[in-house]
C-alpha cells in the first residue's frame, strides 16, 4: 500500500498517510483513541506500523490468548510449518509474526462471488476515505483489477468524489489553468467527466512572481462547489468569498453577483440537456470562464 507525506498533491487520495510528523506520544494517543491496542512499545517505527495497520483496518494481536490467535491462524488457513521452522523465536511470536506476514499479502478470491449489492457498499466505504476535493487524479489501483470490479467501481469513483477545479489569476483579469489540470480535463474519457456530481472551484493569484494560496480582500470568490442533482434535473453552487470595505466591497459585490449568474448560466445548458450524464469537459471550461469574466472590468 503506497503512502503519502502531502494532504494535496496529485494522486494522494487513495494513498495512506505515513505519519511522519507524529511523535511517539501522539501516536500512541492516536492508536489510544482508535482502540488499537499496542502494549508498551514506544519504538517510532513500530507505532507508525501499527498506524498503518490501523489504516488499513488490521485487527491488533496484542491482547489476544495464544489460543485465540491459533484459532485466526486455523479459521485463514495459514501455513506455519515452515515459516516457523526457519524463525523459531518462541511460541507467541511465531504465532503473530505468522499472521502479521499473512496481512502483508492478503488474498481475498472470494471477492467478485459476493453480491453486487455488497461490492457497492465496499467500494463506497473504500471511496469514504479520499479526501474532501480531489486534484486531477489518475483512476485509484482498484479500478485496474480487474474488468468486473473496474465496470463497478468507475461509475462510483468518478459520480461520489468531488474533484477540484484549480484557477490561477494572472495578470489581473487573465484566469487560466495549471498544465497538470489540463492533462488531466484532456486525459479523462468523456464519459467518465459526465459521471461527475461534484465540482470545487478554487482560485490562486500570481502576484509579482509568487504564488499565493489566499485572495486579496477585492476577490469576489474565494472557492466554489457546484453540486448536479443524481436523479433530478437540478444543480446546485454554493461560494465562499472575502470581501472588501467601503468602496471596493461594492466592486467586489458586484465581481460576485456577475460571476455566480455566468456559472448558474453555464450549469443551466448543462442540465438542460438529455439524459441525466450531462457534464461536458467544456462545462468546465465555460465555468473558468464565467470567473474571468467577473474580473473584467
Not at 5 to 24: F, I, M, P, Q, V
Not at 208 to 233: N, Q
Not at 257 to 271: D, W
Request: with cysteine; hydrophobic share 35%; net charge positive.
Amino acid at each position: 500500500m503506497a503512502t503519502t507525506n502531502t494532504t494535496d498533491a496529485h494522486d494522494d487520495c487513495w494513498k495512506l498517510s505515513c505519519h511522519r510528523d507524529l511523535t511517539a506520544k501522539e501516536m500512541r494517543e492516536e492508536l489510544e483513541a482508535r482502540g488499537y491496542h499496542v502494549g508498551s512499545i514506544m519504538d517510532k517505527d513500530r507505532l507508525r506500523e501499527h498506524l498503518r495497520r490501523s489504516d488499513l483496518g488490521l485487527m491488533s494481536y496484542y491482547k489476544c490468548t495464544n489460543e485465540e490467535l491459533r484459532q485466526l491462524i486455523e479459521a485463514r488457513q495459514i501455513d506455519i510449518s515452515s515459516y516457523t521452522d526457519k524463525h523459531r523465536i518462541g511460541p507467541r511470536q511465531d504465532l503473530t509474526h505468522s499472521l502479521d506476514r499473512a496481512d502483508m499479502h492478503p488474498k481475498f478470491h472470494g471477492f467478485t462471488k459476493l453480491p453486487a449489492e455488497l461490492r457497492n457498499q465496499i467500494y463506497g466505504y473504500h471511496l469514504a476515505d479520499f479526501q474532501k476535493s480531489i486534484y486531477a487524479p489518475s483512476q485509484p489501483p482498484l479500478s485496474k483489477t480487474c474488468r468486473l470490479i473496474r465496470q463497478e467501481f468507475i461509475p462510483l469513483f468518478y459520480g461520489t468524489c468531488c474533484f477540484e477545479v484549480r484557477l490561477l489569476r494572472i495578470c489581473g483579469q487573465r484566469v487560466t489553468m495549471s498544465d497538470r489540470m489540463l492533462l488531466w480535463l484532456r486525459s479523462t474519457a468523456a464519459e467518465h467527466i459526465a459521471l461527475i456530481r461534484h465540482l470545487h472551484l478554487s482560485i490562486a493569484y500570481e502576484k509579482k512572481g509568487m504564488l499565493h494560496a489566499e485572495f486579496d480582500l477585492t476577490d469576489p470568490l474565494v472557492t466554489c462547489s457546484i453540486y448536479l442533482g443524481r436523479k433530478s434535473k437540478t444543480f446546485s453552487i454554493w461560494s465562499s468569498h472575502y470581501l472588501a470595505q467601503g468602496v471596493q466591497q461594492a466592486a467586489a459585490v458586484a465581481r460576485k453577483k456577475e460571476m455566480e449568474k455566468n456559472m448558474r448560466a453555464a450549469m443551466a445548458r448543462v442540465v438542460r440537456r438529455a439524459g441525466k450524464n450531462n457534464l461536458r469537459i467544456g462545462d468546465i471550461f465555460a465555468l473558468r470562464r464565467a470567473v474571468e469574466a467577473g474580473y473584467e472590468e
